[in-house]
């Protein structure tokens, strides 16, 4: 059964209808995985492991989004962040069913933060889910492309965001996939960049948007391509992007 979703606007500004989390206490953070291309297993722990460190986010994780994606367990959390991509070899419980489509569009709507991390900007592309291409403001989807993972520098757009205040301004990244041509919604703001250097294979001879913000509804979008691997998140740098991106997202407080 098809659903009919309504589309709601979507807003340039930093989140100001977003609903913040509770001041002074952590934000709550759902990882939400279980199927993916990838090492979702290892990426899914560092991440619960590095974001919960400093007590800032407290961090649940579900590998069976079919059980947990309803509207009582969502309402749970301030900030969501998708670590999936439906495939063939994902079991029963990490399929998304219709109700569970509506549970998780209705809680970025409502103002739960979203939170699109590397390759599940892909997920629910054949066909495509058109309002959750919307809800997460783009990304790989079909148009999207990489070389070699290599090293590479991240810069700083001059953008002035809550998020990439006081982050160096470039740093040095390591081997990691650099992705090309990603889909960019309307009323997206780039916040990092990296040069896709046109000597290697691939190479566009442009600078790739590589973290963006939107909004859905309420809900405050934040998507990070980066971090294919244990190697890349181990980056200190994009650790401290992504807490920032989940912070800001959820509506918390950041330094």
Same mark, same amino acid.
């Given at each position: ?55 800032? @986010? ?18 749970? *959390? ?5 670590? *999936? ?16 489509? #509506? ?13 699109? *991390? ?14 959750? #291409? ?76 590589? @973290? ?44």
């Amino acid at each position: 059964m098809q659903l009919a979703f309504m589309t709601l606007a979507l807003f340039v500004t930093c989140g100001l209808n977003a609903v913040a989390a509770e001041p002074g206490k952590p934000v709550k953070l759902l990882i939400i995985t279980g199927d993916e291309y990838h090492d979702w297993k290892t990426t899914s722990a560092l991440m619960r492991d590095f974001l919960a460190a400093g007590g800032k @986010i407290h961090v649940d994780m579900t590998s069976t989004p079919a059980k947990d994606l309803t509207d009582e367990n969502l309402a749970k *959390y301030d900030v969501l962040l998708l670590n *999936y991509k439906d495939t063939s070899k994902g079991g029963p419980e990490t399929k998304w069913s219709d109700a569970n489509k #509506e549970a998780f569009l209705k809680a970025v709507q409502g103002g739960k933060g979203l939170v699109v *991390y590397h390759y599940a900007s892909a997920s629910f592309t054949k066909p495509n889910w058109a309002e959750f #291409e919307k809800a997460i403001a783009g990304g790989w989807r079909t148009v999207g492309f990489h070389g070699p993972a290599h090293e590479f520098s991240v810069k700083k757009t001059a953008e002035a965001h809550p998020i990439s205040k006081g982050l160096p301004e470039k740093f040095d990244h390591p081997i990691d996939e650099l992705y090309s041509n990603s889909m960019l919604m309307p009323g997206s703001v780039v916040l990092a960049t990296a040069y896709c250097d046109p000597s290697k294979p691939k190479g566009t001879g442009k600078d790739e948007a590589v @973290i963006w913000v939107n909004q859905y509804g309420k809900g405050r979008v934040y998507n990070n391509v980066l971090g294919h691997g244990p190697e890349a998140l181990a980056d200190l740098n994009l650790q401290a992007w992504l807490r920032r991106g989940v912070i800001w997202a959820a509506g918390g407080e950041l330094d």
